[in-house]
């Protein structure tokens, strides 16, 4: 008997644990992610994500990471100068909001890059031109 848990639905979608329907919520699979990424971040191991470790994802420089952090302490409860879990899977759901599932896989790849960290995108998020290259 064939493992349905990985077969698409009634509307040729994957399963709803490997991508999610609502660009408002985190599938299982891209909290895994996105969970997975913050602790490759996290270099201190210190539970929550300094400014020094956020820098090191915004390419290095002050003013980009400023600007990510802004954007994850806009989150409420963050008023404690560093990124804890909650906080930045309530930012990787904004993240989707804005670069969809398929963005959000390649925004986790590049992220990963920044530290160093080769993550490979699953087949399935792969863009068009990859997967069905010009002729």
């Excluded at 008997?1 to 990985?6: G, I, L, T």
């Excluded at 956020?54 to 806009?74: L, Q």
């Excluded at 670069?99 to 990963?112: K, S």
């Amino acid at each position: 008997m064939a493992d349905d848990k990985f077969m698409p639905d009634d509307k040729n979608r994957p399963a709803s644990h490997i991508v999610s329907v609502s660009d408002n919520e985190l599938s299982a699979f891209e909290q895994l992610m996105a969970s997975k990424l913050f602790s490759i971040i996290d270099a201190d191991g210190g539970k929550n994500l300094s400014r020094e470790e956020v820098i090191a994802i915004a390419g290095g420089t002050e003013g980009a990471a400023a600007e990510m952090m802004a954007a994850m302490e806009d989150i409420p409860n963050s008023a404690n100068g560093y990124i804890e879990l909650h906080e930045w899977l309530r930012y990787v759901r904004k993240m989707k909001r804005t670069l969809h599932a398929a963005g959000l896989m390649e925004w986790f790849r590049t992220t990963a890059a920044a530290v160093g960290v080769d993550v490979e995108v699953p087949h399935c998020f792969q863009p068009w031109s990859v997967l069905y290259p010009p002729l």
